[in-house]
């Protein structure tokens, strides 16, 4: 069992809609991280929150760390085929920077 | 861009055979890891390194020993590889902030 949960595993949706994809854990972390991933290449971080409650906009992305640090969420508005990709959320635990990354979620965006 | 570089890009290995993969930092940063990609399971942490010679088990350590000799180098061993060990092997470091992970091109390794 991943420490880290995300859902949906997989998610395709049509350019111009909306969709939310979600990071879940029964544990407490300092920080949270959603990377993306395209084919062949290795994960690019799109943002960091480490606050509870902290809301973080990036263009059209909007990133949400749970109250409690326990969980977060990715909603992209108006969705491009650009935004295509395996999308990784990722938390540290324990002081030693022993980074997890959740189970993941593969969007695609027909055009 | 951070430089990490692993090699070999692509392996094809026999089962039984011990296999090495390399990851080389050039950012100084003194936190690395192997991750291990399969469909369905994102990445998941194999053995990560805090410092020279500190290193520590991931989730999905059996079957595999890492060691770090020096700052910008951090190696994976398979001691005998097995078919459930093919897949794509990324390497990453945490820099100094700890705010991003930053990662190589992967190993895409295939044992038959």
């Known amino acids: 069992t991943q420490l880290l949960e995300q859902s949906p595993q997989f998610l395709s949706i049509q350019e111009g809609e909306n969709l939310t994809v979600y990071c879940n854990s029964s544990?407490?972390?300092?920080?949270l991280q959603w990377y993306r991933q395209e084919p062949g290449e290795g994960p690019v971080l799109l943002v960091t929150v480490v606050t509870g409650g902290e809301v973080k906009k990036l263009k059209r992305l909007t990133f949400q760390f749970g109250d409690a640090r326990k969980d977060s969420s990715l909603h992209i508005t108006a969705a491009q085929t650009g935004d295509t990709g395996l999308y990784l959320c990722?938390?540290?635990?324990?002081?030693?920077?022993?980074?997890?990354f959740g189970t993941g979620t593969r969007l695609t965006i027909i055009p | 861009d951070a430089g990490i570089t692993q090699s070999p890009r692509h392996k094809v290995t026999e089962t039984g055979t011990p296999v090495t993969l390399r990851c080389h930092q050039t950012e100084n940063h003194r936190y690395m890891y192997w991750y291990r990609q399969d469909p369905g399971h994102g990445l998941r942490l194999i053995h990560y390194s805090y410092g020279v010679k500190d290193t520590d088990k991931g989730e999905v350590s059996d079957g595999y020993s890492v060691s770090r000799s020096k700052t910008e180098d951090f190696l994976l061993t398979l001691e005998s590889a097995t078919s459930s060990q093919t897949s794509v092997y990324f390497c990453a470091t945490f820099g100094l902030l700890g705010l991003e992970a930053f990662f190589g091109q992967g190993t895409r390794l295939t044992v038959v």
């Open positions: 544990s407490v972390f300092s920080s």
């Open positions: 990722a938390g540290a635990l324990g002081g030693n920077e022993k980074l997890t």
